[in-house]
């Protein structure tokens, strides 16, 4: 089980939450991420990252969201017991942009 802590900061006010997340959670949804994060255009992903950008969401590119955070999602996950094929799933993750 993992608490994730997600802060959200709206001009001077700043608001954290945390929420539960099992292991099975985490790793299915970051194989999905993997699988589906190359089947988006580079079109929409610019246009995203511009949409972070001018509603002031930090960080607003894709990698730096990678570099930040999925990276650490996929160092925390080594401390669970998953099965061999999701376990294998998760190894295989790429944490780079396609």
């Not at 002031?56 to 401390?79: A, F, K, M």
């Amino acid at each position: 089980m993992f608490v994730l802590v997600t802060t959200t900061s709206i001009g001077s006010t700043a608001v954290a939450d945390k929420v539960k997340v099992g292991c099975k959670d985490l790793a299915l949804t970051l194989i999905t991420w993997d699988q589906l994060l190359p089947l988006v255009p580079e079109d929409d992903i610019a246009e995203n990252e511009h949409q972070l950008n001018e509603n002031g969401v930090e960080p607003d590119t894709y990698q730096d969201i990678i570099d930040r955070h999925i990276n650490d999602l996929l160092n925390d996950i080594d401390n669970c017991d998953l099965n061999d094929a999701v376990e294998e799933m998760v190894e295989d993750i790429d944490p780079e942009l396609p």
